[in-house]
T-cell receptor, first 109, second 123 residues
Framework: SYELTQPPSASVSPGQTARITCSGD??????VYWYHQKSGQAPVLVIY???KRPSGIPERFSGSSSGTMATLAISGAQVEDEGDYYC????????????FGTGTKVTVL | QLQLQESGPGVAKPSETLSLTCTVS??????????WGWIRQSPGKGLEWIGT???????DYSPSLKSRVTISVDTSNNHFSLSLRSVTAADTAVYYC???????????????WGQGTLATVPS
C-alpha cells in the first residue's frame, strides 16, 4: 500500500530551525498538508497546499515541496512546537483515498 | 464558530458494530463545498484516514476498511455518523471527526477537527 515516509524523530535547540521531510511518489503531482499534534490533543493544520499557512499559525512554520519530497521547516523553534508532526496527501493507488505520513516526533531542548 | 463533537459508546464488544456520531455546530453540513469525515489513531500510533462523505451521501473509504465501514449523513440534524462492523481489539482507537476542504488537485484534507473520542474493543 502507498505510504508517506517521515523520519521517526527530530531534535532541535530552542531558536534553531527544525526540518521534517515527507517522501511519496505522488508528491510531484499532489499537494501535501502538515499537522501538529501535541500530547493528548487533536491535530492542528499548520501548512496546507504545500506552503500556505492557515490563519493563526505562526510565521515560523513554512512548507516546501520538490519532486517526491516535501519539507516542513520550523524557524526559531519554541518549546511549544514539541509534539508529533504528520504529513498528508492522496493515496497513489488511483482510488480516491488519502494517507497520513508515518509521523515525526519533534523534541525542542 | 465551527465546532465538531464526537459521541458514542466508549466500549464495543468484539464482533459487534461500533457506532459514532459527529455533531456539527456553527456550520451547515449541507454545504456543497466541503466533505465530512473520520480519522482514527490507535494508542501510541499514527493517524489513519477512514473515509469521507458529502451532503448528498457520496462516500469514499479507506481500501483497508471499506468492507466494514459505513459513513452516513443526517442533514436535518446536522450530524454525520460512522459505523464500523465486526470490530476487534485492533479497532481500539481515538476516533476524530473532521471537516474536509478540497484543493485544486482533488486532495480533500481535514482542516478542522473534533476533540476525539476513545473507543475501546476489549480483547
Amino acid at each position: 500500500s502507498y505510504e508517506l515516509t517521515q523520519p521517526p524523530s527530530a531534535s532541535v535547540s530552542p531558536g534553531q530551525t527544525a526540518r521534517i521531510t515527507c517522501s511519496g511518489d505522488a508528491l510531484p503531482r499532489k499537494y501535501v498538508y502538515w499537522y501538529h499534534q501535541k500530547s493528548g490533543q487533536a491535530p492542528v493544520l499548520v501548512i496546507y497546499e504545500d506552503n500556505k499557512r492557515p490563519s493563526g499559525i505562526p510565521e515560523r512554520f513554512s512548507g516546501s515541496s520538490s519532486g517526491t519530497m516535501a519539507t516542513l521547516a520550523i524557524s526559531g523553534a519554541q518549546v511549544e512546537d514539541e509534539g508529533d508532526y504528520y504529513c498528508y496527501s492522496i493515496d497513489n493507488s488511483g482510488s480516491q483515498s488519502f494517507v497520513f505520513g508515518t509521523g515525526t516526533k519533534v523534541t525542542v531542548l | 464558530q465551527l465546532q465538531l463533537q464526537e459521541s458514542g459508546p466508549g466500549v464495543a464488544k468484539p464482533s459487534e458494530t461500533l457506532s459514532l456520531t459527529c455533531t456539527v455546530s456553527g456550520d451547515s453540513i449541507s454545504s456543497s463545498h466541503h466533505h465530512w469525515g473520520w480519522i482514527r489513531q490507535s494508542p501510541g500510533k499514527g493517524l489513519e484516514w477512514i473515509g469521507t462523505i458529502d451532503y448528498r451521501g457520496n462516500t469514499d473509504y479507506s481500501p483497508s476498511l471499506k468492507s466494514r465501514v459505513t459513513i452516513s449523513v443526517d442533514t436535518s440534524n446536522n450530524h454525520f455518523s460512522l459505523s464500523l462492523r465486526s470490530v476487534t481489539a485492533a479497532d481500539t482507537a481515538v476516533y476524530y471527526c473532521a471537516k474536509f476542504f478540497p484543493d485544486g488537485q482533488l486532495v480533500w484534507a481535514p482542516h478542522y477537527w473534533g476533540q476525539g473520542t476513545l473507543a475501546t474493543v476489549p480483547s
